[in-house]
């Protein structure tokens, strides 16, 4: 009988988040979420995508349909480094695996690098995602606060000796969740110190190329290719549901292990898909693509923003991102945001509580809000609600 | 820098394995190889799914390209489940996940069931896919031999009672690699020691669909559906590169278990092959399918099976499975097949040494192979080539 199994600690250990718990009771009828982190379905490239889907399976279907090598599709591989080089990170075809969305990148450097109680170095807030990536192999974390300018080294190298740890994750450009960017001599500092005690740094990179104003810093690769793995990732260019990400990685053990790991997990990624996404790009249409939603985001986020200016209490402060797809409100600490959050539902609107992405506990006061799926009518109906719970919440 | 950094202990175990090595040097020009495991691409029906991928952009593609549920698409889970209890699995769309593969389903048990050094019982041999899912949870095996019915069930119990296994791993259908079936009274055992010992039987299916005569025994999830974790793919059914699989748990815990384990490692599977499977499945066109690539296969079968008998020296026995996509050959005790191979590929012929599915040793003078993959040429031009082989051997 299934009641007297006997399960992993990893499984015990994992409860259902509280979070994942209130989102399910923001989604009713009526309710405006800023709460998601999903692209704007209405802008997807789908004719292209159509035409891409019947090419592959005109042309190719026998290699489309079949296995493919746990590293990838070659030529998809190669289209990816070309890009990547265009961006000024150095790699080939041979130094990209790839993935099942960043999520199964995130996994396969968690299987990597950590053992039980092994040390991860991450920022406060971080990414709620890699978090629970890095949680089925049990480490424990270690957190640097952030300024305005993200991740602050102040302090690092004092616990790189403290902890020893295996890896240093970063969201360098837009982070999920604050929308914050690190600046170049804040990564150099961080990249000489990963490289003198020997430490990968972990650069989750989805959002970089969803710059709306002015230059996007170096990627922490192209300053230190030997000392970090990238993770780059379609799902915010193109589409989240095909599944195609991928992840940069040194020749030689780092890249070899994370096939290995890979092969044990899921043989390889859709083949499918990574056909399709090939063919796409090789039509150049990506690049048109990439203009038309930088431009819708930038709408929605200056729409936003005007209107949080406009209406919040001035004791609300919030982050001005100038790419990807979140930014970040701090309210008085005296309110939780978490214990807000069945209010804001009946004010029919809907955020991520900021306590989420602390692996270590705080943020109670601030919440992410999301720019990229509501429409501009949604932002423009949601936010005056969402600055009327604020009022009623420091008023009271 | 990458050369100094450090890995988790389950990274530096798992080396390259040799057979993989090995089979590098088959992928020779002119070698017929009876090494993979893959359906024969020339038989996918590409129409069918062009049509099914162009319906899905046209009707729906604001959903099949974006993020889903960790459980997968909802209407492809209710068809699954239609086809289930249609073969006599009782089971409603809340019980099954869907994944990427079956070799993520193997990933995903392993994660919720084994802990460091937890004893998993198999049979010898046994499917090395699973071996090397579960390896990334550092488990140990404890196996029971095969006669010609499969997995032995005599001291069985013993065994249980020593080791206490986390789960009882089988592909109890013609087995990958031996093509075996367990009989229903085995698998009834079986199946009232895990009830009794509390352990969970994963029975990993993805061939019980292709018979080519006479009737499958019940599967063990209908035969005791509280005591089985069941994995279904269309891998071999429709295409691999598709990647949609699916697992079917008994609901609360282990239901849950398995997709918040899932949420981490990816959040969900490739969601427009999940859309595209579904209205493939909708149209009624995999039974018809299934009908051609039954028939196929069993005539490639017929034919290595007839070519063996007038071919293999006396010594070598094999199994004549009644479905599935491998048999297995067995040579005297003093050959080696893997120390062979390279010799194969002399001869322009490929397999996969049966040491391979031994995960606690043995199996040194077996050998599997596939029927699925070559075609009917390629097995009457290279069963006299391994018979060839096999007297230069035995005659040495």
Redesign the interface.
């Known amino acids: ?11 015990v250990a ?1 409860k ?1 988040s509280i979070i994942r718990e209130l989102l399910k009771i923001t989604q009713k009828p009526g309710v405006i979420s800023f709460g998601g982190g ?2 704007a ?2 802008l ?1 490239p ?1 004719a292209q ?2 035409e891409a ?2 090419k592959v ?2 042309d190719n ?8 090598t746990t590293e990838g599709y070659k030529p998809l591989r190669e289209i990816i480094a070309e890009r990547m080089n265009n961006l000024g990170i150095k790699c080939d075809a041979d130094e990209i695996m790839i993935t ?2 960043s ?2 990148g995130l ?1 396969m450097v968690g ?6 109680d ?1 040390a991860v170095i991450t920022g406060r807030p971080t990414y709620l ?1 890699a978090i ?2 890095f ?3 049990n480490p424990h974390y270690i957190t640097q606060p952030s300024d305005d300018d993200g991740f602050v080294v102040f302090g690092l190298e004092e616990l790189i000796q403290t902890h020893g740890p ?1 890896l240093i994750y970063l969201v360098p450009t837009f982070q999920n969740p604050d929308g914050k960017t690190i600046p170049e001599e804040r990564r150099k500092i961080i990249l000489d110190l990963a ?1 003198q005690y ?3 740094v972990i650069e989750d990179d989805p959002y970089s190329e969803l710059s709306f104003e002015g230059e996007v810093p170096k990627h922490m690769k192209a300053m230190s290719p ?2 970090v793995i990238l993770l780059g990732t379609f ?1 915010k260019l193109l ?5 195609t990400a991928w992840l940069i ?2 020749k ?3 890249y ?2 994370c096939v ?2 890979k ?11 990574q056909h ?1 996404v090939y063919e796409f790009l090789k039509t150049g249409a990506l690049d048109d693509h990439l203009v038309k939603i930088r431009e819708a985001y930038a709408r929605r986020r200056n729409i936003m923003v005007k209107l949080m200016k406009e209406n919040f209490p001035e004791e609300v402060t919030f982050t001005e991102p100038t790419g990807g797809l979140f930014l970040w409100v701090t309210l008085p600490e005296s309110i939780d945001t978490t214990e807000l959050l069945p209010k804001a539902v009946e004010h029919k609107i809907a955020y991520v509580p900021g306590s989420a992405f602390f692996p270590d506990g705080g943020g109670k006061n601030s919440m992410r809000l999301n720019f990229s799926k509501p429409t501009e009518d949604e932002i423009k109906e949601g936010i005056p609600r969402l600055a009327q719970l604020f009022r009623e919440a420091i008023g009271g």
Chains 1, 2 share one sequence.
């Open positions: 009988m299934s009641d007297n199994w006997q399960y992993s600690r990893r499984a994992m259902s999903l692209p379905a209405e997807f789908v995508l159509k889907a019947n399976l005109t279907p026998g290699k489309a349909l079949q296995y493919d099942g969305g999520q199964q996994d299987r990597v690098f950590l053992d039980e092994s995602g629970q990536a949680n089925a192999y295996r490289s020997g430490i990968p030997d000392n799902s589409a989240p549901g095909l599944r990685a040194p030689g053990d780092a070899n292990r290995r790991m092969q044990g997990a899921d043989l390889h990624t859709n083949t499918f898909a399709v």
